[in-house]
């Protein structure tokens, strides 16, 4: 079975605080792929970021950096410096078998609120 | 402006009655897919369609009909509106070659009262 799992329902942080928002995910699969996306207020569904399971390489985009750790299962996402703006849902997935055309499956979601 | 469009952006029906969710993609995506975003639950995948004239079931497609005859469309049709398909309907497209992330509408938000 493939499960992705965000334990953490809700953060509140304030402006210019680091946060790091938890994913760990169950899969079988050899060959995987892990997405973060972000939904704000505005309700649409951006993509953040794809990582490989053949490539663990940290990586960081500005104030956005994301751990891959195979070992764990995990795929944290940190926002340094946090601002209002990154008030928002945000979503873990993965992608699943060819079945169902890779669909991804998704976290529960983790709601930032980043007050100033 | 090239993108994924859905319409309408918000629908309000009666139980029992037909609605269709239209999407729309200007990138020739083979890949498209349907999911409802519902509390508790998260996202999860109706149908999706691997190109025209092919569909699939996903994990909660009871109730739901699509049809995709153009690659640039793919509507969703809730039969026979019921009070438990009141959601946030999410239309997403892949291309495919190695492309994997998912790029998604801006949702239609649906009452079924």
């Known amino acids: 079975a493939q499960k992705v799992t965000q334990a953490q329902t809700e953060i509140s942080v304030v402006e210019k605080e680091d946060v790091t928002l938890d994913c760990v995910y169950e899969t079988r699969d050899t060959t995987y792929y892990l997405f973060w996306y972000k939904q704000p207020p505005s309700g649409e569904l951006v993509f953040l970021i794809r990582r490989n399971s053949f490539d663990e390489q940290n990586e960081i985009s500005g104030r956005y950096s994301w751990n891959f750790q195979k070992s764990t299962s995990s795929f944290n996402f940190t926002i340094t410096a946090s601002q209002v703006v990154d008030s928002a849902v945000y979503f873990c997935?993965?992608?699943?078998?060819?079945?169902?055309?890779?669909?991804?499956?998704f976290g529960q979601g983790t709601e930032l609120s980043v007050k100033p | 402006d090239a993108g994924i469009t859905q319409s309408p952006r918000y629908k309000i029906t009666e139980t029992g009655r037909q609605v269709t969710l239209m999407c729309h993609q200007t990138w020739s995506h083979s890949y498209m897919f349907w999911y409802r975003q519902d509390l508790g639950h998260g996202l999860r995948l109706i149908y999706y369609?691997?190109?025209?004239?092919?569909?699939d079931k996903g994990e909660v497609p009871d109730g739901y009909v699509v049809s995709r005859s153009k690659t640039e469309n793919f509507p969703l049709t809730l039969e026979s509106a019921t009070r438990s398909q009141t959601s946030v309907y999410f239309c997403?497209?892949?291309?495919?070659?190695?492309?994997?992330?998912?790029?998604f509408g801006p949702g239609t938000r649906l009452t079924v009262t």
């Open positions: 997935a993965l992608r699943g078998s060819y079945n169902q055309g890779g669909k991804l499956i």
């Open positions: 369609s691997a190109a025209a004239d092919i569909t």
């Open positions: 997403a497209s892949r291309g495919t070659g190695g492309v994997y992330e998912q790029y």
